[in-house]
């Protein structure tokens, strides 16, 4: 057992908190969501929890924790869902949040700390020059822009960007190594995949460059249809306008948004009609709606026409994980996938979906721009009933050439985002030789025999192929 009372003595001057209760509550991330890592992660905390301001502090907490062999696992709001910011071993959850300054703007860019709430760093490039991020996750009122590069993948923006796993999404980390004496890298292209979705398994991010997009006043439409594959072809079809400038399309089954969307239920007319949740720029509507009226879409809903958006959620909080996040709410037996429909037969496959599953499965689509081709990814809701049920789905989505991105798992490997290769373990080698950051989340490492060309699908392919 370490000893936490010297660990404190060393760190003074940094913030440091033993008490257990607080430390189990910055232990947690949205795990929950899953009932298999639920039962698995339940008693999962930390020792102590050290939230620094400075990245010099940062470097201090990685040194006294190297020289005492204690763990350390990053977190940012805790907002991850598979597990990825829970201290396994014990030991340092290390707290970035009040690592909030923006430090600079350019056209197209900024440079802030990891700590900064998302919603917040918007605000601040859209007051400073109309800008904002290219795509943010749906969290981004609560979760931190460090958080979302090392745990995080894509979301609202994605139809017109991709996600984190592009090149040129992100600019530039700072990260600093877990050593005896900790250094400060900065990564760029080919090696910010080092650290992206690696869960802080190999660095610390101190620092962030990000690039940044215009910002609009983006309007909030629901399109309403009594039939989910009619709902889908309109989505599709939408995606496919190259003159529209969207940032979200998201097409949800009957009956999840009369039953779970309480703010927007007074917009829906019956419980069963399915909806397309859109996001547009202002300029592009009297276009959108010309092609809404010929595809026999109906507008429920418009923010830029009701009396007033007081108590109504932005759009993008009904989408990505807050659908099921508005499910589990009212019925906490659900639980979701996350599947890829590869194009161009996207469509098809989601249709072949909903004829073998209905209700069982109820559908939702987040449409994205993937390697260059528009196609979509599903966060469908699942009524759970049993584990082996669950893998009974996956296999059948995989059956049909549907690759399920596992989020009842909570290693790197398992779920199916990152794939891990001998470049990213060497770099983990020299980074965190003693195995100290987030451990337990990153198989290859603690199976040396971890097979690394077992053929699955990532969403975060290998550095050796990346191209
Ligand atoms: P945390 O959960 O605190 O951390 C995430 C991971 O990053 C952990 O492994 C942690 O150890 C590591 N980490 C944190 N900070 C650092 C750092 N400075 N250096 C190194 N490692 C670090 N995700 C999406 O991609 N898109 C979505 O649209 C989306 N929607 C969501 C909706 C809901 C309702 C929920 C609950 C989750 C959603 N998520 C989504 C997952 C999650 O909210 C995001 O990925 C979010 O950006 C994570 O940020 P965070 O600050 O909460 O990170």
């Not at 419980?271 to 009297?286: C, E, F, L, N, T």
Request: net charge negative; proline share 6%.
């Amino acid at each position: 057992m370490a000893d936490y009372a010297k660990i404190k003595q060393e760190l003074e001057g940094i913030a440091v908190e033993d008490n257990p209760a607080l430390v189990r509550q910055k232990s947690r991330d949205f795990y929950w969501y899953s009932p298999i890592l639920k039962e698995e992660l339940d008693s999962v905390t930390g020792d102590l929890v050290v939230s620094p301001t400075t990245e010099e502090e940062v470097i201090r907490t990685l040194k006294v924790a190297f020289a005492h062999g204690v763990p350390v696992t990053p977190r940012g709001a805790g907002t991850g869902n598979y597990g990825q910011a829970m201290p396994l071993s014990g030991g340092i959850v290390l707290n970035l949040i009040n690592m909030n300054k923006v430090k600079e703007i350019h056209p197209g860019r900024v440079i802030c700390e990891p700590g900064i709430i998302i919603a917040e760093l918007d605000r601040q490039t859209k007051a400073h020059s109309g800008q904002e991020l290219r795509f943010h996750p749906s969290t981004a009122q609560t979760a931190t822009i460090g958080g979302f590069i090392a745990g995080g993948s894509g979301g609202v923006g994605s139809i017109h960007w991709g996600g984190l796993r592009d090149l040129g999404n992100i600019l530039r980390l700072r990260v600093v190594t877990m050593e005896a004496e900790p250094r400060v890298l900065e990564l760029t292209a080919w090696d910010l995949q080092k650290v992206s979705h690696a869960y802080g398994t190999n660095g610390i991010i101190t620092e962030v460059e990000m690039p940044l997009a215009p910002a609009y006043d983006w309007v909030d439409v629901l399109v309403g249809y009594d039939d989910f594959m009619d709902a889908v072809r309109f989505a599709d079809t939408l995606a496919h306008k190259n003159g529209l400038l969207l940032k979200e399309i998201a097409p949800i089954a009957a009956p999840i948004p009369y039953d779970y969307f309480p703010r927007h239920k007074p917009f829906i007319r019956h419980r069963g009609q399915s909806i397309v949740v859109v996001m547009i720029a202002p300029h592009a509507i009297d276009a959108f709606t010309a092609l809404t009226e010929r595809m026999k879409g109906e507008i429920l809903f418009r923010s830029d026409k009701v009396e007033s958006m007081k108590g109504i959620p932005h759009a993008y909080e009904l989408g990505w994980n807050h659908t099921t996040l508005r499910a589990l709410k009212v019925d906490p037996s659900f639980t979701y996938l996350q599947v890829q429909y590869p194009s161009p037969d996207h469509v098809a496959k989601v249709g072949k979906m909903v004829e073998i599953f209905g209700d069982e499965v109820p559908g939702h689509l987040e449409f994205i721009k993937f390697d260059g081709n528009i196609q979509c990814a599903g966060l469908p809701l699942v009524r759970y009933t049993t584990k082996e049920r669950l893998e009974e789905i996956i296999k059948i989505h995989e059956d049909h050439g549907c690759p399920i991105f596992n989020p009842h798992r909570y290693t790197l490997e398992e779920g199916g985002m990152k794939q891990t290769d001998e470049v990213q373990l060497a770099f983990k080698k020299e980074t965190d030789p003693k195995g100290l950051l987030n451990p337990g989340k990153m198989i290859a490492w603690e199976n040396p025999d971890f097979d690394f060309k077992a053929g699955k699908n990532y969403l975060f392919p290998g550095l050796q192929s990346f191209a």
